[in-house]
């Protein structure tokens, strides 16, 4: 006796590979532009301040009205913690301590011309 076999028919779709966006000159251009713009606002901006600061520091006062200024005074101590370990506890430790730490992982975009 024969055995009989049945065969189902099926559409197979053509792989269809994904669009890649390009990424216009414009579109580069647009962001050294606009870097540009930002570091000559930063630049007036920390002149601005500095005029400001200086004067609040002559002892200049502050014309009435709604925006007000005023020195803020901090103080930070950093410890440098890999040399407290490599004191207390040798370079050899400070080393693997290093070693097994998983760095952290940034990303910036480079535009360059």
């Known amino acids: 006796m024969a055995s009989a076999s049945k065969s189902i028919p099926f ?12 990424i216009t000159q ?5 962001i ?4 540009q713009q930002i570091e000559e606002l930063e630049k007036q901006l920390g002149e601005a301040q500095t005029d400001v600061k200086s004067a ?9 009205g709604l925006f007000r200024a005023s020195l803020k005074f901090t103080e930070r ?9 490599e004191r207390e506890l040798g ?16 990303i910036h975009l480079v535009v360059t011309a």
């Open 56 to 64: 609040l520091e002559a002892g200049a006062i502050i014309e009435d």
């Open 91 to 106: 370079a050899d430790y400070a080393k693997r301590v290093l070693a097994a730490t998983t760095p952290d992982k940034y």
């Open 32 to 35: 050294i532009t606009l870097r």
């Open 26 to 30: 414009d579109r580069l251009a647009e």
């Open 11 to 22: 559409v197979v779709s053509p792989q269809v590979s994904p669009r890649v966006e390009q």
């Open 77 to 85: 101590t950093n410890v440098s913690w890999k040399s407290v370990v």
